[in-house]
């Protein structure tokens, strides 16, 4: 898109959400260097403060530089607020920013790098509102520069050196970079040629066929997501992988010294469990309630047992065993602590292995060895007509699979 079109695109969107009563800031992200990113916010009104709608931690207290020292950005009560030290009104502030891999709770990383140099960017941690968040804010306007000869891939288009967009809800992936772009049947593809060949072997030998395989079950995406695998090199210590699913796009990155596979059975979970993602449609974005998670991780998890029990039967025995061990390190925590607890004090692994075990024990219960799909579609039709997601249409789901005794007992374990 050219600069004048994008500013005439602004404009008018930004004539449109006045008449709303909202002022938007306009967010302009810039590639500087390799190492160096800036985001700068301009308000056409000038504020008292900015404040950033999603904050896990602190971590943008100690990671993003403020360019003019007479602004501070404060960490207060959960929330990132940016002012000026003398309280003066202002339209325009700056943050210089390091484009690598950081791991913030629940939530996904702001850069995740490729290793020739490319970049996935995550919009929604840039998502900020003039003065205060009201929480009913969902439109976010987006400038992104980069170099003039570097690829951006935003919502399956390709575009060069600049791009703009308005964006919502949970944000988008934006890719940065000249890694090829490759078309599939059912998906399209950006993945690091520095990732390691067997999971990248993996990944394209058996992700097509957990598509399909749930294209069956419950019907094919409307679109073609876009895929993005990639590796990034770190020698601080830390190592991990991270995945997630936005609308349209499935990502998956590892970080760390080496890339090391101690388990193909447990690589294959992990590309089960994002694929199944991509079925469970947007209704999982609904909720920021963490303390709900369990359902759409633990039915993620689900999928993933059935998904390897159909495709790959040798997978038998490593599958029971981690059913097993979901089981009982759910019964153990829950024994302890109520699973809204559990959430608060960040402890994610709990709400997987929980969630899959409520599932396991409605399809054990009720003898439906279709249970995984059945109920996920029966619960987006009550999520539906409820309008919310909760633990009540949850209930209300399992209900018609489990006798009255069952039911009680399913009732007692969420709602400890
Ligand atoms: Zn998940």
Redesign the pocket.
């Known amino acids: 898109m050219t600069r004048l079109f994008s500013d005439l695109v602004f404009l008018l969107a930004l004539i449109s959400s006045h008449a709303y009563g909202q002022n938007v800031l306009i967010t302009e992200l810039a590639k500087v260097t390799d190492k160096e990113w800036r985001v700068t916010y301009k308000s056409l009104t000038p504020v008292n403060s900015i404040t950033f709608a999603i904050t896990r931690d602190d971590s943008r207290s100690k990671r993003w530089l403020i360019s003019d020292s007479q602004f501070e950005l404060i960490h207060l009560s959960g929330r990132d607020i940016v002012t000026r030290k003398d309280n003066q009104l202002f339209s325009e502030v700056s943050f210089t920013l390091t484009p690598s891999y950081i791991h913030l709770p629940k939530y996904y990383s702001p850069f995740a790098r490729f290793s020739d140099g490319g970049i996935l960017v995550h919009s929604a941690r840039f998502f900020a509102c003039p003065n205060l968040c009201t929480g009913f804010e969902n439109a976010w306007y987006f400038e992104l520069t980069v170099n003039p000869d570097e690829r951006i891939v935003l919502n399956g288009q390709q575009h060069q050196g600049q791009v703009c967009w308005w964006d919502k809800n949970d944000g988008t992936k934006i890719y940065v970079g000249n890694n090829a772009i490759t078309e599939h049947p059912s998906f399209y593809s950006v993945i690091d040629q520095g990732l390691d060949e067997k999971l990248q072997g993996l990944l394209l030998k058996f992700f097509p066929k957990m598509m399909a395989h749930l294209s069956q079950k419950f019907s094919p995406l409307a679109t073609k997501p876009m895929l993005f695998a990639s590796f990034e090199r770190i020698d601080d210590g830390r190592k991990g992988r991270q995945g997630g699913v936005l609308p349209n796009q499935v990502f998956m990155h590892w970080y760390g010294k080496e890339q090391r596979i101690k388990n193909r059975y447990e690589v294959l979970w992990f590309y089960a469990?994002e694929a199944a993602?991509l079925y469970q449609g947007e209704h999982k974005q609904f909720s920021g309630d963490q303390s709900l998670a369990w359902i759409h991780?633990g039915h993620?998890d689900m999928l993933a047992y059935e998904l390897l029990a159909t495709l790959l039967p040798e997978t038998s025995s490593y599958l029971n065993k981690r059913r097993i061990q979901a089981q009982q390190r759910c019964q153990a925590a829950i024994s302890m602590d109520p699973l809204a607890t559990l959430a608060e004090q960040g402890r994610y692994d709990v709400l997987y292995d929980c969630g899959f075990s409520f599932y396991w024990f409605i399809k054990q219960k009720s003898g439906n060895d279709q249970l995984a799909y059945v109920f996920w579609s029966n619960f987006v039709s009550n999520l539906q007509s409820a309008n919310k997601l909760d633990i009540d249409v949850f209930l209300l789901t399992a209900k018609p699979f489990l006798n009255e005794r069952d039911y009680l007992a399913l009732t007692e374990k969420v709602a400890n």
Do not use: G, N, R, T
Request: net charge negative.
């Open positions: 469990h993602h991780e993620a």
